[in-house]
């Protein structure tokens, strides 16, 4: 495939500006596998296509594979399906009967009842990324399939596409795995790819093409000046081996100014949240974090090893960037969050206490052990839009006014300002004051060092439960500054239901627990239907940058192994908790200081 040269300049992320007020939060999945998807296929035996997967999303029902017939409990507003493109559909159409390629080696291979072969056949589609001297394997690599592929791909996103109703998006997964030494398992640096439309797309940019994201960007640009615009946002950097957040570009060179340029650009948001972990925090990265250690995956791919922490999760990037801005150079790292699936069987709706599982083959039983990767049920992606429409939508993730929930779909807002008086959150207009007198999430506040004030910014922060769902124990704010030269992180609890009040020491009690795992139940008698703050950080210094997000956390409720073992009538796992805490991650808000950089 051709390779890109950057051709345009770049423009970075605008800071507060006056908008009209967008009055609606809509909920999607942006990361969805269907049969197309080499791995969907192997593991899974998935025979759903993209239709099968937008008409469920949509609130169509689908048979399971003990022949059950499910629905999602309430329909996604919007919807991606990302295949990996690395000879997008070649299992599959391997696989048919009337291929060409059936009685081929890797026809034999996948077509095995033995789950040993098909993994075996999924790593013939790896090689040519892993090692580009090696010759593809007959049957993979035919390229007027792969470009049908993705021509069928995009029709089912037209197809689909309901405007005001339900937004379908052209999207592919660019999967690149890199070894950051040799004998060393491999650090993840996927991306999903959304294309703000489907008019004269091209074919995707794979990882067969680079593995190196920079080409990818190159990609984005060379398209993006000829009016066809795309983003790529990074997953599961929780397993990317320290090298997603990493100092340095995927050459080993020190980062400059002008990557941080691109990769804002080009990355405007990070997946936090998926089946494979949560990407967040980690309890070593921070300790005084009660909450940091949620839903962690330990092992890279294909191994038992535990990746390099420094570098692989959003928190300990945020606080890296401030680092960087404050000794005068640039943050490379101011991203919004948002929340998927990553579901490889076509099926999404996250939520523990609603997913309706389907159970998976013997022949992923046998390769992974587990149902669902043994994490939670998947996240969710929460937007802030004027419209549910493509330009909206995609607009809204430009300027990062999205969220990750865990699954629920909880409604919360985080704005910044520094003249938000004390009675704002009182009046019926209190959302567009605070667009027309401040920033929401995603952006940036800057104010005149020449005034003389030291005030600390207001945030305004309300958070509404999913009626569905556990009801809220409290809103944290997680900031991150500078001291002495150095990142550090604190975690205020700014609002708690219950009456629970802050200790002295910073503790709060426990909200407590309602839930029943004989029977999968719990009430809502404990937690809050909202909650809703404004807060001054008691800690800010004025010459020093730093971010704010808000974490929301729910009270507790069944996690789906409960319901699995209810429906099996069989115990959960031992070492499995019976419950969670579900929680919503907003994008932050980056406080800014004007001062000179270095050149």
């Not at 399971?64 to 629905?71: H, M």
């Not at 419950?579 to 950089?597: G, K, M």
């Amino acid at each position: 495939m051709t390779r890109y040269v950057l051709i345009v300049l770049y423009v970075l992320m605008p800071t507060a500006s006056v908008q009209a007020a967008p009055t609606q939060v809509y909920f999607g999945d942006l990361h969805l596998h269907t049969r197309y998807s080499n791995d969907a296929f192997a593991f899974f035996g998935t025979s759903r296509t993209p239709d099968d997967a937008y008409r469920y999303a949509r609130g169509g029902s689908i048979t399971t594979n003990d022949g059950r017939t499910i629905k999602v409990f309430a329909p996604l507003d919007f919807m991606a399906v990302t295949e990996h493109m690395r000879y997008p559909g070649a299992l599959w159409h391997v696989a048919q009967p009337d291929s060409p390629y059936h009685d081929s080696d890797i026809g034999k291979m996948i077509t095995s009842a033995d789950p040993r072969a098909r993994f075996g056949a999924f790593l013939e589609v790896l090689k040519p990324a892993r090692a580009t001297h090696e010759t593809p394997i007959e049957g993979l690599d035919v390229p007027e399939r792969s470009e049908s592929t993705w021509q069928l791909l995009v029709k089912a996103a037209d197809d689909h596409y309901k405007p005001g109703r339900f937004t379908t998006f052209a999207a592919y997964e660019w999967t690149a795995e890199v070894q950051r030494l040799p004998n060393r398992p491999v650090g993840n640096m996927h991306r999903v790819v959304i294309f703000e439309d489907t008019v004269d797309l091209p074919y995707p940019f794979s990882s067969i093409d680079s593995t190196h994201p920079e080409r990818l960007w190159d990609y984005l640009e060379f398209h993006r000046a000829r009016g066809v615009d795309a983003i790529a946002i990074p997953h599961n950097t929780n397993i990317s081996d320290g090298l997603m957040f990493a100092p340095q570009d995927s050459w080993g060179k020190p980062i400059t100014e002008h990557y941080a340029a691109r990769r804002t650009w080009n990355e405007p948001l990070v997946e936090v949240t998926q089946q494979k972990g949560t990407s967040e925090t980690h309890p070593v990265l921070s300790p005084n974090d009660n909450f940091a250690g949620f839903e962690l995956r330990r092992a890279l791919f294909g191994s038992q090893e535990e990746g390099r922490l420094v570098g692989s999760y959003v928190r300990d990037a945020y606080k890296r960037g401030l680092e960087f801005e404050a000794w005068g150079f640039f943050n490379p790292f101011q991203f919004g969050l948002i929340g998927a699936t990553d579901y490889h069987r076509a099926l999404t709706g996250p939520g523990e206490n609603r997913v309706s599982h389907d159970p998976e083959p013997a022949a992923a039983r046998a390769i992974r052990p587990g149902s669902s990767m043994g994490g939670s049920a998947g996240g969710l992606t929460a937007i802030w839009a004027t419209g549910n429409n493509r330009n909206a939508l995609f607009d809204a993730m430009r300027r990062r006014e999205t969220y990750a929930t865990t699954g629920p779909r909880i409604s919360v807002r985080l704005f910044a300002g520094w003249n938000y008086d004390e009675e704002i959150l009182t009046r019926k207009n209190w959302i567009q004051e605070a667009y027309d007198h401040g920033v929401t999430m995603g952006s940036s506040l800057t104010r005149d060092r020449q005034t003389g004030s030291d005030a600390a910014p207001v945030l305004l922060i309300t958070a509404v439960m999913d009626p569905n769902s556990g009801s809220l124990d409290r809103i944290q704010v997680i900031k991150g500054t500078i001291e002495n030269g150095r990142s550090v992180e604190r975690i205020y609890n700014v609002a708690l239901s219950a009456g629970r009040q802050v200790r002295a020491e910073g503790a709060v009690n426990p909200v407590g627990n309602s839930v029943n795992p004989e029977t999968g139940t719990w009430d809502n008698s404990i937690g809050a239907a909202t909650l809703s703050v404004r807060w001054q950080d008691p800690d800010f210094d004025l010459e020093h940058p730093a971010f704010y997000y808000a974490r929301v956390l729910e009270i507790p409720t069944p996690r789906w192994q409960v319901y699995d073992a209810i429906a099996v009538g069989k115990a959960i796992p031992e070492g499995v908790p019976a419950t969670i805490q579900e929680r919503a991650f907003t994008s932050p808000i980056w406080y800014e200081v004007e001062r000179p950089r270095h050149p």
